[in-house]
């Protein structure tokens, strides 16, 4: 089945630092979201982008949707310690809605105060 | 407003036995999806019901299955439980494929 490539797998950093992550797929994209699951809990939308090179940002937080619709990426500027958690990316592809969102491997944060 | 709840937030079963896992959408969303998240993996889409009616299914065996009612309450079954069925079982909705919101999630764990 379809596949997103997550990287990097986990990441440990310092509260200031900025935070990138990406997403990469072999097959074109219509949307994609970016997730942040937090432990005993589902995840919670961060972003949503939906057209070729769109650029949104919420807060410390931007993401972009890649010109080739193949990937994204979710930058976090000056972490801060309650960014740790789980950040997944998910998008769906074809030109009907099928229902069916796929999701990435998941990027493990860890933010050192 | 009331987000997506779901219920119980853990079920513990023995192999073979069925496990029914329930989940209420946010009011007007008329879509409900299933996903499964095994410990370490990430979401495995499972099922969409919409209006009622199933949608579209993963690559998952027929022994999971499910129901949307008619205030749009999903119901997942899984039958004939197996050791590798433990998993969080995670509830979302949407409404118009706006983008979905999940729930919390039901731990199940089969022993």
């Known amino acids: 089945g379809q596949q997103l490539n997550q990287s990097p797998q986990s990441m440990f950093i310092q509260e200031g630092e900025d935070v990138s992550m990406n997403c990469t797929s072999s097959?074109?994209?219509?949307?994609w979201l970016w997730y942040k699951q937090d432990p005993g809990e589902g995840p919670v939308l961060l972003i949503a982008?939906?057209?070729?090179?769109e650029l949104t940002s919420n807060g410390r937080l931007t993401a972009q949707f890649g010109i080739t619709r193949k990937d994204s990426f979710l930058n976090i500027s000056a972490s801060i310690p309650s960014d740790v958690g789980i950040y997944f990316c998910?998008?769906?592809?074809?030109?009907?809605?099928?229902?069916?969102?796929?999701f990435g491997q998941g990027t493990t944060l860890q933010v050192k105060p | 407003e009331a987000g997506v709840t779901q219920s119980p937030t853990h079920l513990i079963k023995t192999r073979g036995q069925q496990a029914t896992l329930r989940c209420s959408p946010i009011?007007?969303?008329?879509?409900v999806y299933w996903y499964q998240q095994a410990l370490g993996l990430g979401l495995q889409f499972l099922l969409w019901?919409?209006?009622?009616?199933?949608?579209n299914r993963g690559n998952f065996p027929p022994r999971f299955s499910g129901r949307q009612f008619p205030n749009y309450s999903s119901e997942l079954n899984v039958n004939a439980l197996e050791l590798e069925d433990s998993a969080l079982y995670l509830c979302?909705?949407?409404?118009?494929?706006?983008?979905?919101?999940f729930g919390n999630g039901t731990r199940l764990t089969v022993t």
């Open positions: 979302a909705s949407s409404r118009d494929n706006s983008p979905l919101h």
């Open positions: 097959s074109i994209f219509n949307t």
């Open positions: 982008l939906y057209k070729a090179g």
């Open positions: 998910a998008g769906t592809h074809g030109s009907s809605n099928t229902g069916k969102l796929i």
């Open positions: 009011s007007g969303h008329t879509s």
């Open positions: 019901y919409d209006e009622g009616e199933e949608r």
